[in-house]
C-alpha cells in the first residue's frame, strides 16, 4: 500500500500532529545479503506533525522480519529488526536538503525506503547457539 499524508486535508480540518499505521511489501533487491529475504510486509508506526511553514515532521518506528540462510552456518532462519524513522518533509521549493512533497501531499515511500536500507543487517544469523559459533569457540 501507499502510505501518504494529505497535509491540505489536514491543515483543512486543523489535525496537524496523528498518528499513521502501514505496511508495505519492500523490495528484496534492498537487502545485501545472499539467500536472504523480507519474509513479511515491513510495519510502519509513525507519529507526523505539521509545522507552521507546512513542513512535515515524521517520525516512528519500522518492523520487519528476514528470513534466509544463516549467513554463518547456512541453516534456514528467520530475525526480527527494527528501524528508526525521523524525516522532515518540506513543500516543493524549499532549499534544504530535507525530503520534498509536491501538490500538498507527502509520499513516504522514499524515507522508509532510507530508514529500511540503514535498519538492514550486514548478515543474518541464526538464533544462538549457531553451530558455526560453536565450531569456532571449540
Ligand atoms: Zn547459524
Same mark, same amino acid.
Given at each position: 500500500?501507499?502510505m501518504t499524508i494529505?497535509?491540505?486535508?489536514?491543515?483543512?480540518?486543523?489535525?496537524?500532529?496523528?498518528?499513521?499505521?502501514?505496511?508495505?511489501?519492500?523490495?528484496?533487491?534492498?537487502?545485501?545479503?545472499?539467500?536472504?529475504?523480507?519474509?513479511?510486509?515491513?510495519?510502519?508506526?509513525l507519529?507526523?506533525? /505539521? #509545522?507552521?511553514?507546512?513542513?512535515?515532521?515524521v517520525?516512528?518506528?519500522?518492523?520487519? %522480519? @528476514? !528470513?534466509?540462510?544463516?549467513?554463518?552456518?547456512?541453516?534456514?532462519?528467520?530475525?526480527?529488526?527494527?528501524?528508526?524513522?525521523?524525516?522532515?518533509?518540506?513543500?516543493?521549493?524549499?532549499?534544504?536538503?530535507?525530503?520534498?512533497?509536491?501538490?500538498?501531499?507527502v509520499d513516504l515511500q522514499?524515507c522508509l525506503?532510507?530508514?529500511? /536500507? #540503514?535498519?538492514?543487517?550486514?548478515?543474518?544469523?541464526?538464533?544462538?547457539?549457531?553451530? %558455526? @559459533? !560453536?565450531?569456532?569457540?571449540?
Amino acid at each position: 500500500m501507499m502510505m501518504t499524508i494529505d497535509v491540505r486535508k489536514c491543515n483543512a480540518q486543523k489535525k496537524y500532529a496523528g498518528d499513521l499505521t502501514g505496511e508495505f511489501e519492500a523490495d528484496d533487491a534492498l537487502i545485501d545479503i545472499p539467500y536472504v529475504r523480507f519474509s513479511s510486509p515491513v510495519r510502519a508506526e509513525l507519529h507526523y506533525e /505539521i #509545522l507552521e511553514d507546512d513542513s512535515v515532521e515524521v517520525t516512528g518506528t519500522l518492523f520487519f %522480519a @528476514l !528470513e534466509g540462510a544463516c549467513s554463518r552456518c547456512l541453516a534456514q532462519t528467520e530475525q526480527k529488526f527494527e528501524g528508526s524513522v525521523d524525516a522532515c518533509f518540506v513543500p516543493q521549493g524549499g532549499e534544504s536538503e530535507e525530503y520534498r512533497y509536491r501538490n500538498g501531499v507527502v509520499d513516504l515511500q522514499s524515507c522508509l525506503n532510507d530508514a529500511l /536500507i #540503514l535498519a538492514l543487517p550486514g548478515r543474518l544469523v541464526c538464533e544462538p547457539p549457531c553451530v %558455526a @559459533l !560453536e565450531w569456532n569457540e571449540k
